[in-house]
């Protein structure tokens, strides 16, 4: 590398200077246009999409989806496509699955992609002892064989999302021979995917640098590096973007957002995303009273959140189910009612006088205005008998704790849903050996358990209704708001916005 004198160092600024090491520059320019730098709100725990608590991040399946391919794709309409299946469907009777291989796709190694790599990656996610958090979905199918490019599977139990989830978390396609050969370690040392981008350099809790790969099926894309900053607080991604050290952040206090957008050399964009504000309840302490379940949920008044603190961006909500999930049920409402949650805790022997007491924990940062939201809530609840006391964790903390059961009372979560099905909203969320719930209960369960493998679609739907319906007349979880997604860019570069939350690097071009 060439090296800079100290005065040349200091007259580029600090910013400037550590994004053009980490592009791997070798004399800073003022800017490069065929760099991409994203200020990101999470950091990378792992390269592995398909274990651990990382792979059901909705947030991370950006740069997961920048590096690997999934078996089916997705558009930013959240409208399945062909991914490294082309076609895929079941038999009549819905006993065997089939899927049709894309052909012509290299890894990044440069070895070919083949239909095994396909099989294996299945088997291995079904894999009960494979640490894959969704193998309860991968193993209802099994005994997969292949002639030519054509898969066909035995059905074990007939799961109505089996190939929705191959565009969602864990549905992801890994090298096997590759993998085999170096195993778990040395696949986090030097992962290989067949995505648009390359990894070239990662820095834990820093940055992730990428290569564009020039032999994509898809098409080289647009940036020839690609810079993943993780920059986890708030106000450092909006110096970020201001300073003109990133291209693109998101996730950013709507009050910036609205400034920033109308600065010169800057835009932004806005737009509903499938994610879900909401608070976690689990099935202890206090909440095991449906009295002060249903007087938590009655005392926020979402409107006003929504209004004060997210600048109208946003949509308040009564369901699990955003308007553009298959089960949403506009009528389904919890009404603001404060005078409602006083009687209520009065009949269970609480007051503002006498509260009850319990903690609640919040990101802060991760969202726009998450721990910010919180505050309002617990001032909202103090107005009405209940008591909160706030604990700030990390969100992979929350994921910890969550897969343990060990949330507490009341803890506020970011759901993403980018496939809109109930099972992957309600479903997961509220079933009691999903890993991913709060409340576990065997009334919700008896519910849920008929609606797994129903094959009559509208059925299926009408019961997911209903058991939305009975959560929400029993306060077994608290949905706050459907959010909108802020993104900000520079002029110079063209975002498409995704419904499903992930800002992947493929989707940014340049203006």
Not at 212 to 220: D, L, R, T, V
Not at 374 to 381: D, F, K, R, S
Not at 414 to 429: H, L
Request: net charge neutral.
């Amino acid at each position: 590398m060439d090296k800079l004198t100290r005065r040349q160092a200091l007259s580029l600024g600090a910013a400037t200077f550590i994004t053009g090491i980490l592009a791997g520059r070798t004399v800073v320019e003022a800017a490069d246009a065929n760099t991409l730098t994203i200020a990101f709100n999470v950091n990378l725990p792992a390269f592995d999409p398909t274990t651990g608590p990382s792979a059901v991040n909705p947030t991370i399946q950006a740069i997961y989806r920048s590096i690997f391919d999934q078996f089916v794709g997705q558009g930013p309409d959240l409208k399945f496509q062909p991914g490294l299946l082309t076609k895929w469907g079941w038999n009549d009777d819905k006993t065997k699955v089939w899927m049709d291989v894309r052909e012509g796709v290299t890894w990044h190694d440069g070895s070919k992609f083949t239909p095994e790599d396909v099989v294996w990656s299945l088997d291995r996610a079904g894999d009960q002892k494979g640490g894959n958090p969704i193998s309860f979905i991968w193993s209802t199918a099994t005994n997969y064989k292949i002639e030519g490019n054509r898969i066909t599977g035995d059905v074990v139990r007939y799961e109505p999302t089996y190939f929705m989830w191959m565009a969602f978390l864990t549905g992801y396609v890994l090298p096997k021979n590759y993998y085999t050969k170096v195993g778990a370690e040395g696949f986090e040392k030097k992962p290989i995917g067949t995505g648009p981008y390359m990894v070239d350099a990662y820095e834990g809790n820093s940055f992730l640098r990428l290569k564009a790969n020039p032999n994509y099926f898809g098409g080289k894309p647009a940036f020839e590096t690609v810079i993943y900053k993780f920059v986890p607080d708030t106000t450092s991604r909006v110096a970020e973007i201001e300073s003109g050290s990133s291209d693109v952040t998101l996730e950013v206090p709507y009050e910036d957002f609205d400034r920033l957008k109308k600065k010169k050399g800057l835009d932004g964009v806005a737009t509903p995303v499938s994610d879900i504000g909401m608070i976690f309840i689990s099935n202890v302490g206090p909440m095991l009273d449906k009295n002060v379940r249903l007087a938590a949920n009655m005392a926020i008044d979402k409107e006003a959140i929504i209004k004060r603190l997210l600048r109208g961006y946003g949509k308040p909500l009564s369901t699990l189910e955003a308007p553009e999930y298959s089960a949403y049920d506009a009528s389904i409402k919890t009404a603001y009612d404060p005078e409602g949650a006083k009687k209520l805790l009065a009949a269970s022997g609480f007051s503002p006088a006498k509260p009850v007491k319990f903690a609640i924990k919040t990101t802060r940062g991760f969202k726009p205005k998450d721990y910010e939201m919180i505050q309002a809530i617990v001032g909202m609840w103090r107005k009405v008998g209940i008591e909160a006391e706030i604990e700030v964790y990390e969100i992979a903390k929350h994921y910890e704790l969550r897969a343990a059961h060990q949330l507490g009372p009341a803890a506020f979560y970011n759901w993403g849903n980018a496939i809109g099905d109930p099972t992957t909203s309600t479903g997961f969320a509220m079933y009691s050996k999903s890993p991913h719930s709060g409340w576990k209960t065997d009334d919700v369960d008896n519910l849920i358990n008929p609606l797994w493998g129903e094959k009559d679609e509208a059925k299926r739907i009408a019961g997911w209704k209903a058991v939305d319906k009975y959560i929400a007349e029993d306060g077994y979880v608290i949905p706050l708001l459907q959010y909108a997604q802020p993104i900000l860019y520079k002029s110079s570069v063209k975002v498409t916005p995704n419904v499903s939350g992930a800002l992947q690097a493929a989707m940014v071009s340049k203006a």
